[in-house]
């Protein structure tokens, strides 16, 4: 049983702020402002505004089920660093797709009880935790923030529990257009991901792509063919992260290739453009 609930709702630059405000009060919430730098600066700032002990982090288009937030501290309680959850996508070929795309590198370890991932709209970790481990905000956008933020978590030594019982809806008000961008926007992250810093991440093995495709047409055909085009969607924005790193360089007094135009804005006080 959780003894006291802080609820705290991260506006991250939303245009409906007199809808935001009316809602934040029926809920007897505590709302804090942005000026929309993406989910990880959002999350940071509502964690470390937070009071409590214990996390739990979820988004504006998820409905969690009774005791959800109980059955996370739980598992936290009983010595977990960090807890995901069940997440069930809403209704539609869309939203089923997407939640396939979204859960498709999360793998179990041998015992069943521990995952290395898990999607940050449900998902938990203790105060302390957090605090040596925060969102990396240099991610403008949703796609790929979650993931390096997990693979810190676990190279830490830190455990992410699995909790089936805490779970929730993902309800997402997606259009074709709207899921091909999401994807692409997934791709931007994902090139992100895997190329960023001193170390580059392989891709995934051609198993891992053949086994998600197979995952969306064991829920219908017509998810089946979404996953694909979400995959298409996926290397499209890979392709375009790759170049607008490229196109963003900037050159060093010697001539040689020193960091991207984002990193010399924020070495001359600048806010970057996203």
Known sequence: MVDELEVLVVDDGSESLTEVSSAVDRHRATLIRRNGDGPAAARNTGARAARGSYLCFTDDDCAPEAEWVERLVDALRRGADAAAGTTIAGAGALAEASEIVARAPVRATPDGTNVTFSPSNNLACTKAVFDATPFDESYPSAGGEDREWCERLIASGHSLRFVPAARLVHHQELTPRGFLRQQARYGEGAFRFRRRGAVSRP????????????????????????????????????????????????????????????????????????
Request: charged residues 20%; contains cysteine.
């Open 203 to 274: 891709l995934e093995t051609p198993r891992f792509y053949l086994a998600l495709v197979q995952r969306g047409f064991e829920r219908g055909f017509v998810v089946g063919l979404l996953v694909c085009a979400a995959q298409g969607a996926t290397a499209v924005g890979f392709v375009r992260g790759w170049m607008k790193r490229g196109h963003r360089l900037v050159m060093s007094e010697n001539g040689a290739p020193a960091r991207s135009a984002r990193d010399s804005q924020r070495q001359q006080g600048q806010r970057p453009r996203t």
